[in-house]
């Protein structure tokens, strides 16, 4: 796969990209959520927008709208999002779904990827880029890990699919730099600036467009006892994982009456060059 560094002998792309309308379509993923960002119209940057600073950058008349919600299922993504973007007329569009969905105990991977292929088929229709993702390896995270093989089926069926309508695939699954909790926040399932930035880069990587973002190293992991450690484990559970399960049980969204950031596309201005995510210069309006 090219690589986003201009100096690469892999990277055939010398000229400005094509793409004039980005639309992002999602859940919290897309959304930005753990990239927290005050200036962004609902606090939170996130990949899509880095990716949209880059782009924006490079071309004139660009502009970019994100239509994700946090914790939204794959049939309320395609019920809310999919004409909402096609509406938009986008040139670009990156659909990421049902993440949400894996993770829940007795769905079907299987079942999940034929709604993900209705979407694409309707998303393809006038001929626009479609990037769409696989999802994280979670081998590295004791708390999703059990899920890893339902996601790796879902992974499969994503591959399968991009194959049959010629999508371009941002693969999380290869995406080894991330698969580390110090790319993730502290709710232990949304990137932080960190991994945002790095999924970020992965995109652009799959767009094959020049950029000057670099490889980010966190910090080293701090020492805990044993003692430390579960009592972090325990605020955890308390703070974030018992509140996720009591919303499943109560069949409540963290997205119930939220709307999109940023309904429709609109040019993107950054005020600095994107090098540190842990406090991000850019702005979008």
């Known amino acids: 796969m090219p690589t986003s560094d201009d100096q690469s002998p892999q990277n055939t792309n010398l000229g400005p990209h094509p793409w004039r309308r980005f639309v992002a379509l999602g859940d919290s993923f897309t959304e930005g959520i753990g990239d927290p960002e005050p200036s962004s119209p609902d606090g939170h940057r996130g990949w899509a927008d880095r990716v949209a600073e880059v782009l924006s950058q490079q071309v004139d008349d660009f502009a970019y709208a994100n239509l994700a919600v946090r914790g939204k299922l794959i049939a309320q993504i395609v019920a809310g999002q999919v004409d909402a973007a096609l509406e938009l007329k986008p040139d670009l569009i990156t659909f990421s779904a049902g993440g949400n969905d894996v ?15 209705d979407a694409v088929v309707r998303l393809s229709r006038d001929g626009a880029t479609l990037v769409i993702f696989t999802g994280i390896d979670t081998d590295f995270t004791p708390v999703f890990r059990r899920f890893r093989g339902k996601v790796a089926i879902y992974n499969e069926n994503i591959r399968a699919i991009a194959e049959r309508y010629d999508c371009i695939v941002a693969d999380q699954w290869g995406l080894k730099e991330v698969q580390d909790p110090r790319f993730f926040d502290m709710d232990r399932l949304h990137y932080n600036p960190l991994g945002h930035h790095e999924v970020a880069r992965m995109v652009l990587r799959a767009l094959n467009v ?43 969204s963290s997205g119930d009456n939220l709307t999109a950031k940023r309904p429709d596309p609109m040019p993107v201005r950054t005020l600095a060059p994107a090098q540190d995510p842990l406090t991000g210069p850019g702005e979008l309006v």
């Open 103 to 117: 993770i829940r105990p007795g769905t079907d991977p299987d079942q999940i990827a034929a709604q993900f292929e």
């Open 210 to 252: 020049p950029n000057d973002l670099q490889p980010m190293q966190p910090d080293p992991l701090p020492v805990r006892t044993w003692r430390e450690a579960r009592t972090e484990d325990f605020v955890w559970a308390r703070t974030h994982f018992v509140p996720w399960v009591l919303r499943r049980v109560r069949h409540e």
